[in-house]
C-alpha cells in the first residue's frame, strides 16, 4: 500500500490499483481528488471536507452524520464507532465520537471518527482517539487550535506505532515543523517523517 500525503490532513492511500481518499478538504490540492474510488472523512469543518469539489466525485463516501446531511447524497454512508467496513477494497474500523475541545466553554465542536486502514494506518481526524490494536502507522496532527504539544506526544507514545507521520500541519511555518518533527519524532520514540504535500510512502 502505499501513503501519499496532500495538504494539511487529507491522504490517499493505493493499493490494487484502487485509491481511498481521507479527509479532503479545503486547503486539499486538485490531485488529492483524482481517481478516488472511495473517501472517508473523519468530520464536518472544511480543512477536511470540501463539499463542493466532494459533490463532483460520484464515489461511495464514509463518514458522520453532519458530513451526510452537508452532502445530501445517496452515496453516503454514516459510520460509528465500532463499525467495521469495506471501502473500495480497503478494510476499514471506525473508532471514536467527539472532535477534540477546542476552549472549554465550547464544548465538543462535532462528531469525530478516526479510520484504521488494513489494520496498518490510522488518521484520527481532530481527535487523539486511539485504536484498540497496533498499527504500521499512525498519522499524528502536530497543530491547530485544539491541539496542544503535550497532548500529541503522549498520544504518539501511546499509540504503538512502527512509524508516525505527522498530519494537520497547514498552520505551521517552516521552524514549526521543524520544531514538531523534533517534539513527536524524536518523544515519540520512533520513525517520524515529515510529508510535504505530493510525497509519498511505501506501507509494508
Not at 452515496?75 to 480497503?90: K, L, M
Not at 484498540?132 to 491541539?147: A, K, Q
Request: charged share 20%.
Amino acid at each position: 500500500m502505499r501513503l501519499t500525503k496532500f495538504a494539511h490532513a487529507c491522504v490517499r492511500l493505493e493499493k490494487d490499483g484502487k485509491v481511498l481518499l481521507i479527509d479532503p478538504g479545503t486547503f486539499s490540492e486538485d490531485a488529492a481528488f483524482e481517481k478516488a474510488d472511495a473517501v472517508l472523512v473523519t468530520h464536518e469543518h472544511p480543512d477536511h471536507v470540501d463539499v463542493e469539489r466532494l459533490r463532483g466525485l460520484q464515489v461511495p463516501v464514509f463518514t458522520t452524520a453532519g458530513v451526510a446531511a452537508a452532502l445530501n447524497d445517496e452515496r453516503v454512508t454514516v459510520v460509528a464507532d465500532g463499525q467495521s467496513f469495506d471501502a473500495a477494497g480497503f478494510a476499514v474500523r471506525a473508532y471514536g465520537k467527539d472532535h477534540a475541545v477546542i476552549l472549554p466553554e465550547l464544548g465538543v465542536p462535532c462528531e469525530n471518527i478516526g479510520y484504521l486502514v488494513d489494520d496498518a494506518v490510522y488518521h484520527p481526524g481532530d481527535s487523539f482517539t486511539q485504536p484498540d490494536r497496533e498499527v504500521h502507522t499512525n498519522l499524528v496532527p502536530i497543530s491547530g487550535p485544539w491541539f496542544s504539544t503535550a497532548a500529541g506526544v503522549d498520544y504518539a507514545r501511546s499509540v504503538k506505532a512502527q512509524q508516525t507521520v505527522g498530519i494537520h500541519n497547514a498552520l505551521l511555518s517552516d521552524i514549526g515543523l521543524g520544531m514538531m518533527q523534533r517534539w513527536i519524532g524524536e518523544a515519540g520514540g520512533r520513525p517520524y517523517h515529515g510529508l510535504t504535500p505530493g510525497q509519498s510512502l511505501e506501507i509494508n
